[in-house]
């Protein structure tokens, strides 16, 4: 089976916090042996004074984490032309959406922006993604 489960800010956030819903999808995708990903830009967004360090050590343990390289960057920016977006608003939602687009089969995106994520993947129907 292919395919993955990408966190984005929130996802991750909320996984660090063992939030339920998202300890839901993280069981589901490990029943299923589908690699779960936080892509190196989230973690700009995660980590900040208040964060249980600890917390956030043990889940990063269990994710698969993806570096931002010139190449996702550059898919990233495509994205975002193709699309009409711009800027920093929109700029790590791109590079999570162009990790997802490097994977292979189906990818779901757990994401408290389903709207950017959705017109940022809007010609790849095999990237979902889902509200958390």
Known sequence: MSGALILDSDGLAKAV???REVHE???AARDADL????????????IHPRINDAALTWT????RGEPV?????????SLLR???LHGHKHAIDAMLCATALARSG???ILTSDVEDITVLTSDHTRVTAEKV
Do not use: F, K, M, N
């Open 69 to 77: 390289t010139q190449a996702l960057a550059q898919s990233a920016a």
């Open 25 to 27: 999808w993280l069981t």
């Open 82 to 84: 193709a699309t009409g």
């Open 35 to 46: 690699p779960v990903i936080a892509s190196a830009a989230v973690l700009v967004e995660v």
């Open 17 to 19: 916090q063992r939030d």
């Open 60 to 63: 990063l343990s269990r994710l």
């Open 106 to 108: 189906r990818v779901t």
